[in-house]
């Protein structure tokens, strides 16, 4: 190693973060890739006494170099944090798994007893997931509670081993009587799809521990909706539900909105992007007038809303005294439909909450109405041969308090129906549908 280089590694070392039991080089922009690269990081990790958390991310470590880490982790058995998101840029997909191995090995060895592990960022495939598919199995993850694995590009192979290990450590973990409480998991950009997101449900359901679910980006669609909606139902402590950017349609809100009449003490919906449409949005609001007691932030932007599934979206949130913001920005409600919606959420006193609707994306045209109801039967026929009810069965149901005028735009949410409501269709809604 050069002799600059090794003074610049002085240099980062000296700004090294130590204190409560954390030891950090976080975002040093690091190169390490032999041993003799981390000959100092690997004397300070040995010397710190009672060791709970190692911060490594922002820089980047090759095989060799992760040994060596790895070798100094062996006795750290207090180790309870991995902070390891980031830490391989620029590296040989092909040497991640091998890293991986080698720093997993070291905390079994250790004995250590995670809660926290951090491996967004690394961009390692299927093949990463492998690299720690045997620390998820052991005993060191028996205790873990938040695994966070944001743009990993794990794939829909990669999913399904993630989920068979976590079933795997949470049945070992069991049988010892001390089951596996999972409370946040973090899988954004991930590219899971259905297959990977329905192997997934399947470990959270088994697991019940949840409160934090985030898996944005994923390419799911409803029937991978529906696997998760079903998985959420078996985790009653969930506060935090982020599915920004899946495509539910109606079928995957509809099943999602029967699950969340089950939970008590959710706090976050992100449901952004995720063409949740006009009639999954009143499946939700049903749910928001009867439960959701402590729902803070309602996000259902860019979701082929119209203006009728907005103004009963709105008076929905009326009585949620906890509710701090309910995001339709870039729907279809229209000119018109914006400012009724404004007016409504003033008349309620409730204007503070409304986000911004500066990206409405104007009325929708009776083409794309069409468009979507043959798209919408479609997806039916797909989830009856799957086992799965269609909307007539889905025991999401309006409340028949409105009056039959009312209802005629609740079961056909279009700017047609709503129109024949006439110019005082916001004080109608308000007046029946509270």
Same mark, same amino acid.
């Given at each position: ?98 890293a991986l191995r080698s720093l997993g090995s070291a905390l079994m060895t ?79 950009r991930n590219r899971l799809e259905n297959e990977g997101a329905t192997a ?81 949005? !009143?499946?939700? #609001?049903?749910?928001?007038? *009867? %439960?959701? $007691?402590?729902?803070? &932030? ?5 979701? /082929? ?26 729907n279809c409600l229209g000119e018109e439909g914006c400012e009724a919606l ?10 503070? !909450?409304?986000? #911004?609707?500066?990206?409405? *994306? %104007?009325? $929708?045209?009776?083409? &794309? ?5 043959? /798209? ?59």
């Open positions: 190693m050069a002799s600059d280089d090794i003074a610049l590694l002085a240099e980062a070392l000296s700004k090294t973060h130590v204190g409560y039991g954390e030891l950090s080089y976080k975002g040093q922009g690091l190169k390490l890739d032999n041993t003799e690269s981390v000959k100092e990081l690997v004397r300070e990790i040995e010397e710190y006494q009672g060791l709970r958390a190692l911060r490594l991310e922002g820089n980047t470590v090759g095989v060799e170099a992760a040994q060596a880490i790895a070798k100094a982790l062996e006795c750290k058995d207090q180790l309870q944090s991995c902070h390891w998101s980031d830490m391989f840029t620029g590296r040989l997909r092909s040497e991640i798994p091998t250790a004995g250590a007893r995670l809660r926290e592990l951090d491996l967004s960022d690394n961009a390692f495939g299927p093949d990463g997931v492998k690299g720690i598919e045997t620390l998820l199995k052991s005993s060191v993850c028996h205790s873990l509670q938040e695994l966070r694995l944001n743009n990993c590009g794990m794939g829909i192979g990669g999913g399904k081993i993630l989920a068979a290990a976590l079933t795997e450590c949470h049945e070992q973990s069991s049988v010892l009587g001390a089951p596996l409480k999972l409370k946040v998991f973090q899988a954004g997934l449900a399947l470990a959270f359901q088994l697991m019940g521990s949840l409160e934090e679910v985030h898996m944005p980006q994923n390419g799911i669609n409803h029937a991978g909706v529906t696997a998760l909606a079903t998985a959420m139902q078996h985790n009653p402590h969930l506060r935090i539900l982020n599915l920004n950017d899946n495509t539910f349609t109606k079928r995957g809100a509809l099943a999602m909105a029967q699950a969340l009449r089950h939970l008590r003490t959710v706090q976050v919906i992100n449901f952004g992007d995720c063409l949740v449409r006009s009639e999954g949005a !009143i499946a939700l #609001s049903a749910v928001l007038r *009867e %439960g959701l $007691p402590t729902l803070k &932030e309602l996000n259902l932007s860019f979701g /082929e809303i119209t203006e009728a599934a907005a103004l009963v979206l709105a008076q929905a949130v009326q009585d949620k005294p906890h509710m701090e913001k309910l995001d339709l920005n870039g404004k007016e409504t959420m003033d008349n309620m006193d409730r204007a503070d !909450i409304l986000a #911004s609707l500066s990206d409405d *994306e %104007g009325e $929708p045209d009776e083409e &794309e109405e069409e468009e979507e109801e043959v /798209e919408d039967e479609d997806n039916g026929k797909e989830m009856k041969e799957n086992g799965v009810k269609d909307e007539k069965e889905s025991p999401v149901k309006l409340e028949p308090t409105c009056h039959p005028e009312i209802l005629s735009f609740l079961s056909s949410p279009t700017a047609e129906t709503l129109l024949k409501l006439g110019d005082n269709r916001t004080g109608l809604i308000q007046q029946h549908c509270i």
